[in-house]
């Protein structure tokens, strides 16, 4: 059973920075492209990074390019996103997802963690 855990959530003044992690069992991890998106209330779930199973491709939104990081541990199953220079816009439920491709669409994601909060004070 395919399970996917993420940690690292929190809350932070705008300018700092947080780690999330996304722990992936229950499959081949370097089978997968993984993504992170985030969910603000009343807004629409939004793809933030994604980073392909080799890790060799990695997509950022525009809002996020030049200040968060993804990146993959094959060797822990685990996938993360550093965050640096957060901003209040930037609150957020953050989501890590898996697919069988790269893609900046979350329907086409097929296993979900169920979310870690991410709140940036101003």
């Known amino acids: 059973q395919v399970q996917l855990v993420e940690s690292g959530g929190g809350l932070v003044q705008a300018g700092g920075s947080l780690r999330l992690s996304c722990a992936d069992s229950?499959?081949?991890?370097?089978?997968?492209?993984m993504g992170w998106f985030r969910q603000a209330p009343g807004k629409e779930r939004e793809f933030v990074s994604g980073?392909?199973?080799?890790?060799?491709?990695?997509y950022y939104a525009d809002s996020v390019n030049g200040r968060f990081t993804i990146s993959r541990d094959a060797g822990k199953n685990t996938v993360y996103l550093q965050m640096n220079r957060l901003k209040p816009a930037d609150t957020a439920v953050y989501y890590c997802?898996?697919?069988?491709?790269?893609?900046?669409?979350?329907?086409?994601?097929?296993?979900w963690g169920q979310g870690t909060q991410v709140t940036v004070s101003s």
């Open positions: 997802a898996g697919s069988r491709s790269l893609t900046v669409s979350p329907v086409q994601y097929d296993d």
């Open positions: 980073i392909s199973g080799s890790g060799g491709t990695i």
């Open positions: 229950g499959r081949t991890f370097g089978l997968y492209a």
